[in-house]
């Protein structure tokens, strides 16, 4: 094992971290493995010196040093080359990479650009962005870890103003096989990165990792999608996931949106006189269409009485048994003079007419037991039978009429 000496007693001016590595390693390469695991949980921050912890092997601070040195000169203009001396580990080389963009960060307070403007005011400070997940090789991630970049990028465009910092900003997020492949194009030997601009990194990483046949990937699943049940605009948005790939004209991209629609924008569609040409005026009358449909429904389903239940009507007194004049004899029933009386009874109010049907009840004289046809108290009484005196079965109940308003009534609005 190499001699282990804190940034203390080897290096002057550095600034002294107080975390410390946090075991031994066994090899150089578990060295640079331990020591790169605890700048990715501790970020460096731009510092003119570079930020040392303790128990660093005491071989490595010549190339700490080194590459932070080298970021220093090249945010001021006064190195050119990126190659920092480093040793045959890929791991060495991301933990050098992010001394030097401590450096670069540092050099970029001190370029003759920001010296020699005062007459300009200060740029904002950008914007605080979370930090882009690690870059693992998986295919569908990589679509947006690059947006993610790109937006880090575009919101602090001082700090990435050349290709340098942005190549190492994205190299340190890579991990898993991406971290792998990114080893290949590190020259072990100088430390330099064969990438001289970002549009080739960016090039080089999506031929490794991005799908080879995008386009035939995004038709399969811009032909599978349906709305279903989703919203118009949120199904117009995944839409537009999959066609922006294919860049398809206006009249496909209609046929592909009606076809993947429900059932009830395919009707409402239907009822249409002209439909617009552009997709962009297309889709704006579908989601009206859509917010509309989704209105009616709720309100033709929405219940007509809010208020508290009515009370139950009251229950008819029970009809006397028939009987005789000399006693309780079987014999012809007698009614009493008003019962005989000609008097017509008056239409029963529907809410009355509902509450005889549902409790089994005469619909004369509201008793129960027998049917209006057979009710004594009706002004032409019948002869009863045992038939006709058993209890009728229940009345079918009345399908509530629905008031719902065809779809089709959209197309008049």
Not at 36 to 44: C, D, E, F, G
Not at 100 to 111: E, F, M, V
Not at 209 to 230: F, G, I, M, V, Y
Not at 384 to 391: E, G, W
């Amino acid at each position: 094992m190499p001699d282990q000496t804190t940034s203390s007693s080897s290096a002057a001016g550095a600034q002294i971290s107080r975390t410390n590595i946090p075991a031994q390693a066994t090899s150089i390469e578990e060295a640079w493995r331990s020591f790169y695991a605890l700048i990715r949980a501790t970020p460096l921050q731009p510092s003119a010196f570079p930020t040392i912890f303790g128990g660093v092997l005491s071989q490595f601070l010549g190339l700490i040093y080194g590459a932070h040195n080298t970021g220093v000169s090249t945010a001021r203009g006064t190195h050119t080359n990126f190659d920092i001396p480093m040793v045959g580990t890929g791991t060495a080389a991301l933990t050098l990479w992010a001394y030097y963009n401590q450096g670069y960060q540092h050099g970029l307070t001190l370029s003759p650009l920001t010296q020699n403007t005062p007459s300009h005011p200060p740029s904002a400070p950008a914007p605080k962005l979370h930090e882009p997940e690690d870059f693992d090789g998986t295919r569908a991630k990589l679509s947006k870890f690059m947006t993610k970049l790109a937006l880090v990028f575009f919101s602090d465009p001082t700090r990435y103003a050349t290709d340098a910092p942005k190549i190492s900003y994205a190299a340190s997020y890579l991990s898993g096989s991406a971290a792998d492949w990114f080893e290949l194009h590190l020259n072990k030997a100088t430390g330099a990165i064969r990438f001289t601009t970002y549009e080739a990194f960016v090039r080089a990483l999506k031929n490794a990792h991005d799908d080879p046949d995008a386009r035939a990937t995004a038709e399969c699943k811009l032909h599978n999608l349906k709305q279903s049940n989703k919203d118009c605009s949120a199904y117009h948005a995944q839409f537009c996931t999959y066609a922006t790939t294919l860049n398809y004209d206006d009249v496909t991209k209609i046929s592909f949106f009606s076809n993947g629609g429900n059932q009830d924008l395919k009707t409402v569609l239907s009822y249409q006189a002209s439909l617009p040409k552009t997709f962009g005026e297309f889709v704006q009358l579908c989601i009206r269409l859509d917010n509309r449909a989704k209105q009616l429904r709720s309100q033709t389903h929405r219940p007509a009485h809010t208020g508290p239940a009515p009370a139950p009507w009251p229950a008819p007194a029970p009809v006397p048994a028939p009987g005789t004049a000399s006693g309780t004899t079987p014999g012809a029933m007698e009614l009493s003079q008003a019962d005989r009386s000609p008097r017509k009874r008056g239409p029963l109010s529907p809410e009355l007419r509902k509450y005889r049907q549902e409790n089994h009840l005469c619909m004369y004289c509201g008793g129960s037991g027998h049917w209006a046809s057979v009710c004594p108290l009706s002004s032409k009484p019948k002869r009863v039978n045992a038939a006709q005196t058993a209890s009728p079965p229940p009345p079918p109940q009345e399908e509530p009429a629905t008031s719902e308003k065809p779809l089709y009534e959209l197309a008049k609005n």
